[in-house]
């Protein structure tokens, strides 16, 4: 299946589809460090970067929608502003891509807990839309066996008039790497990054 990847950061979601089979064909990204970083690890996908308001036109059609976000008002230490505050999200521009693709399913990555919580928005417009969905929020340490502390949100969609097999979230990981684990592991420094900005190269020495 061919995925796009909006407010894809440095490209978690990329990576993950990929290891599963899925063809990333375009991605976003908001800023030009995170585009610098997205196409050192990604060379081969096209990337748009700015406002995704911006690149409506540029959007291939697709079967699934990947997307990360993050709002410092909906962090924990954030002023947790409402959606009304903040004029169109994000939010309704993946309401507007949905609505002309039409994917068959949808993954969503908040990385504040409020967001979720708070604006339902996106749990209306996926009902608009007649997509079925399930969340969960899942421990970065727990479920994704790494040696960090903190929670995300996952929405994961599906359109009403296709059949799926039922999902389920993962269970939760009976070992989690160490850091000394990951610092040391050659292979993923190789499957990750293919050309190290020059101000990471020092993080990565040794």
Known sequence: ????????????????????????????????????????????????????????????????????????????????????????????????????????????????????REDEGILELLIREKYQYTYHILEKEQHGGIPVRGKKAYLIGFRKDRVFPEFQFPAPCEHAASIEELWRAEEQKEAYYNSIPSRYKELLAG
């Open 1 to 116: 299946m061919k995925a796009i990847n909006l407010f894809a950061g440095t490209g978690t979601l990329t990576r993950a589809f990929k290891s599963q089979g899925a063809e990333v064909i375009w991605a976003h990204a908001e800023t030009a460090e995170e585009a610098e970083i997205y196409r050192c690890n990604f060379p081969g996908i096209p990337l748009y970067q700015g406002e995704l308001s911006n690149a409506a036109d540029k959007i291939p059609s697709h079967d699934i929608l990947l997307a990360s976000l993050s709002f410092v008002s909906f962090s924990v230490a954030g002023k947790r502003t409402s959606a009304k505050d903040r004029g169109r999200s994000p939010i309704s521009l993946i309401g507007s891509i949905l609505s002309e693709h039409r994917p068959r399913a949808v993954c969503i990555v908040f990385s504040a807990l409020q967001m979720l």
